[in-house]
C-alpha cells in the first residue's frame, strides 16, 4: 500500500494505491472505483517516475446494468494504452471500476 490523498469528491470515488516489488521493475497499480452517476476526473502526482506509457483497465456500465446468460457480455473490461508519467490525469467514467497499471522507471 502506497499512502494517497483522495480528492473532494463527496463519498462517489475511492481507491487505492499498491506498489508490487516481486517483479523487476517494480510495478504500481491505482485502483479507482467511481460509484457516482458522473464522470470523475482526477489529477495524480506521483512522488517517483514511471515509464511513459502505462495500460488502464476499465469496467463500466449504466447504474443497473448486468451481464445475464441472454446478455453475457454487457459490460466488459477494456483496456488500452495511454500515456503516464509522475504526473496524469484519469477520466473514471460513471458506475466504473478502473484499474490503471505502472511499471516504475
Not at 10 to 28: I, K, Q
Not at 34 to 45: E, K, V
Not at 78 to 97: E, N, Q
Request: aromatic share 8%.
Amino acid at each position: 500500500y502506497l499512502p494517497s490523498t483522495l480528492p473532494t469528491n463527496g463519498d462517489s470515488v475511492h481507491w487505492s494505491v499498491v506498489r508490487d516489488t516481486s517483479v523487476t521493475p517494480n510495478a504500481v497499480y491505482i485502483k479507482v472505483a467511481n460509484a457516482g452517476s458522473s464522470t470523475a476526473t482526477l489529477d495524480f502526482s506521483l512522488p517517483f517516475s514511471v515509464a511513459s506509457t502505462g495500460s488502464l483497465t476499465v469496467l463500466s456500465g449504466s447504474q443497473n446494468e448486468s451481464n445475464t446468460p441472454s446478455s453475457p457480455n454487457a459490460v466488459v473490461p477494456v483496456t488500452r494504452s495511454f500515456t503516464a508519467g509522475k504526473t496524469f490525469t484519469l477520466s473514471a467514467p460513471a458506475y466504473s471500476v478502473n484499474v490503471v497499471n505502472l511499471t516504475v522507471a
